[in-house]
């Protein structure tokens, strides 16, 4: 372990002085990347030393090889940075878990200098991936060349840079598939921050990887949410962010007098994420949508500012809050990219309060043509298959089915319904509580039994988070599950969901994005005390805990996706984004 | 009625039980909501099926007698339909009963005639008289989908074409006339020519059913002096092979006629499958005539590709989840020997294959399964 170690204690000591770092210039050449902004050059001069890179503070399993890269939140693509030398890098293979082969890079739109010390701070172990030479931009390759060049001029000290495969411009989605191998080929990430307005419009951002440890420790700095990162973590799963749970809302609340920039809706919003009172992607997008249109209406333009500009950035510091509260659904990253657009898009003649009129109503537009009114049309569409005696399986509470199956009651149809529920969010029983109250036949059983009442099921709906461009359905965990022994039975399985959750990005498995829930959860049965063996055990060093909250169901087994444009098979799902996408410009 | 849960047996029982114990649900509801088809086919009868059996000469008498009673029947109630003389059901009857047309671009022409009927003056007026005698086409048989869908396009088409501002309203009724007059004309000819370069020197297509644009396809092979042989299967109940295997033999193409149930066995000898198809739906699959699905899974079990071809105008939004999810289509079958007592008889004229297509020939082009989706979501967007 002695490599790491020794690169890992002389990696603070550059951060001490402007000048160790420039000596180090050359070893880690700083690219100069496309985007030059004058505000992110601003932004961009964290000195290092706030960059305090304290490994010994942060979670004592993080692999100790693991000195990551430093980055800036604020930039949003990733680009190719040349990686740390061989040396470090074969050190930090050996030592630290394979999977968390997903170093991220991060691009940094930096001025040279003040830059070059920061990126050179941050000396990430980079895993050498394959370079994926189509993705890369213009800019990035001749940062690339820049880089080698440099590299080649570099001192024996420090082995060669190599290049790190990194992924390209926004346009490319996060979505790669997680091999636990060390061929991670990373999508930097823009972490929570106002960079987003720097990224491309229309591109959705990437999310930031956590195994980052010193750009987690920069976001933690600037972190509204104090949220401490869970100790025990599972290796496979570090690239996602996870926290103790219970530690931020006390600290939230003492601190909401202090937070001037943050606006009261938004604040309580994310609240309610926090504690779970919200959720599910219908109803996130909407609480957040309704605090922006808030926010909109107590708006006043700061003086030498564009609206535009000057809402969009407020925009993105709330979006980033309600990141550190919950991470994003896909709905609520289509939304923001919306009120965003509709930002952007607005004249500059406009008065004010036009302006503010205008989105408004766009916002209000948004919520009851591509939410509410999408939802009658699923149901209209939904019924027609519902045929007299079908027994209905659903898994969970998805908004859509459940208004789905009470409008087929209203219908007088006869039916009954299985609700499948799994622990620990017992999400099914909500649903139950409202079925058994119009008065439908409900059958309700665990997840663990769904191989033995299929048989008697005539058709699977399900609701959906988000459907990705290959046709996978990105939903509740246990969903891949559920459509799968459905499938087996031949039972057709029915996806419910909104064309505004569809996403262009593709994803080939669970793992490479996902939301980690609170471990404690899974370690007790609620109600259930005599079965508690593992309490007390979530500090154990051979036992980690997992709460995966979203999985990826492969588009095999979905026979097909209702939505407010029709019944599509899910090899549509890219047609409709795409037909979205013109109808979302011209509007 | 035996229906699709295995427990037959209860559901009998229950059906037999008095009604009482669910007094709010009752027996299920008829199958199809079309009211209209209950008063003119007692016995759910499609009239679709009925038109292709007349063309193809197969019609037995008991067939005739309710096909006279039923059209008697509606012409009766013709008048609340359309208070005027024209009747847009008389015409599109007259129009269909043509052999050479299809039954979409026979209810188009209809729908011409309505237009040239018209007495409107505004295309908003044209076009609700337009979308009422669709609507009425539509209900007279709700078992067609080629009707419906083509009545669906052309309406989709006056209504887009409609808002144009620039012309005034006699060019743009001619316009629209113009469309429905050349509704489907060459369709079938594009298709030939598309499919002329899957046809190779020596090749062996099986066939089923007897498809306008298949035969298109295969005369326009034999005139191009392509050598292959066709196999054909009887197609019972319509017995349609029989028809197409007269027609090929005319052109000198060598045919085999096969029972249906040969076609596994001939399967290893054919190099490709050819089928037309009633109606396409959304998930890329196809209705045609019952039999079709039997043999695209064998096709499949074997590596055979299975080709359809179709006009785009039969591209529907439908979506079976299975093969009962359809519009049930009845037609009358003939067992040679009279059915014995208590036994019931499978009478759906069509199914539903789902998969295993590997081409589609639409004068679109060719297409895959999954393209179909997209089309009609640009189409009816």
Known sequence: MDPPSRFLHSVPTR??????????HFSFPQLP??????????????SPSSFSYSTAATSPTASPGRVSRGSFSRFSFASSLPGVGMDSMAA?????????????????????????????????????????????????????QDAQRAASKAEGGKAPLVSSGSVA??????????????????????????????????????????????????????AVVKQTEAKNRVELFRHLPQYEHGTQLPDLETKFSLLDPMYPAVYKVGLQYLSGDISGGNARCIAMLQAFQEVVKDYSTPPEKTLNRDLTAKISSYVSFLIECRPLSVSMGNAIRFVKNRIAQLPITLFESEAKAALQSDIQRFISEKIVAADKAIVRHAVTKIRYGDVLLTYGSPSAVEMVLLQAHELRKKFRVLVVDSLPKLEGQLLLRRLIKRGIDCTYTHINAISYITHEVTKVFLGASSVLSNGTVYSRVGTACVAMVASAFRVPVLVCCEAYK?????????????????????????GRG?????????????LQFLNLMYDATPSDYISMIITDYGMVPPTSVPVIVREYQKEHLLV | MWRRSASFILDKHQNNKPISLTPSIGSPPPLSASVADENLNPNHISAYYQTRAAHHEIVTSDWLEQA????????????????????????FDNWRQQPALAEAVAAIRALAAVIRASEANTMMELEIELKKASDTLKAWDTTSISLTAGCDLFMRYVTRTSALESEDFNSAKSRVLGRAEKFGEISNKIIATLSQDFIFDGCTILV?????????????????????RVLCTEGRPDKTGVLLAKELAKLDVPVKLLIDSAVAYCMDEVDMVFVGADGVVESGGVINMMGTYQIAIVAHSMNKPVYVAAESYKFARLYPLDQKDLEPALQPIDFGVSVPPKVEVERSARDYTPQFLTLLFTDLGVLTPSVVSDELIQLYL
């Open chain 2, 208 to 228: 089923h059913g007897f498809s306008r644009v298949v035969f298109e396809i295969l005369k326009t092979a034999a005139q191009n002096k392509k050598l292959f």
């Open chain 1, 169 to 222: 411009s926004a346009n490319v989605k996060a979505a790669k598939p997680a091999k636990p191998s060390s061929q991670e080929n990373d999508v930097a990430v823009a972490a929570a921050g106002p960079s987003e307005k720097d990224r491309k419009k229309d591109a959705p951002h990437p999310r930031m990887q956590y195994d980052d440890e010193s750009r987690v420790v920069k976001a933690k700095r600037r």
């Open chain 1, 92 to 144: 930090a293979t050996s030592s630290s878990v394979p999977a968390s082969g997903l170093t991220t890079v991060s691009v940094v739109n930096m001025p040279p200098p003040p830059g070059l010390s920061e990126k050179a701070s941050g000396v990430g172990v980079q895993k050498s991936s394959k370079p994926l030479k189509e993705k890369t931009t213009k800019a990035e390759r001749r940062a690339l």
């Open chain 2, 68 to 91: 006279q009673a039923a059209v008697r029947r509606y012409l009766d109630q013709d008048s609340p339909v359309s208070g005027r003389p024209f009747s847009v059901i008389e015409e």
């Open chain 1, 15 to 24: 951060f001490d002085s402007p000048d160790r770092l420039r000596f180090h």
């Open chain 1, 502 to 526: 569809f996403h262009e990005r593709e994803q080939l498995d669970s793992i490479c994005s996902n939301e980690l829930g609170d471990p404690n959860v899974i370690s007790k049965v609620h």
């Open chain 1, 33 to 46: 990347l496309p985007r030059h902004d004058s505000s992110s050059a601003a932004a961009s001069a964290v």
């Open chain 1, 530 to 542: 005599d079965i508690n063996y593992l309490d007390g055990l979530t500090n154990n060093a051979n």
